[in-house]
Nanobody, 123 residues
């Protein structure tokens, strides 16, 4: 069992930056692929970024590539999402998720989810 708690969301102007954190409970954090997803009002949850067990492999949605960076610190049981050059269309609730199954962008394959943190980008 893994419990995930996101933090770092907030209100920012377009062009600004935010850093999201996701703290995980348990002693097996390094055995999970970690992902960030987001859901805007009226839209389906969409993949944002994922990072492999040791952090050596990352993958991004085209919409955030070059602006967002995912990283992890296995000693601190924490995964991060650095978001730069934010746009109004990045406004959403951001969720972190964990899977032990495979390196994937598919939400259904993630076993554990945080409660989400709101990110609002004003124009």
């Amino acid at each position: 069992q893994v419990q995930l708690v996101e933090s770092g969301g907030g209100l920012v102007q377009a062009g600004g930056s935010l850093r999201l954190s996701c703290a995980a409970s348990g002693r097996t954090f390094s055995s999970y692929v970690m992902g960030w997803f987001r859901q805007a009002p009226g839209k389906e949850r969409e993949f944002v970024a994922a990072i492999s067990w040791g952090g050596g492999t990352t993958y991004y949605a085209d919409s955030v590539k070059g602006r967002f960076t995912i990283s992890r610190d296995n000693a601190k049981n924490t995964v991060y999402l650095q978001m730069n050059s934010l746009k109004p269309e990045d406004t959403a609730v951001y969720y972190c998720a964990a899977t032990s199954q495979v390196f994937t962008t598919t939400p259904a394959l993630y076993d554990y989810w945080g409660q989400g943190t709101q990110v609002t980008v004003s124009s």
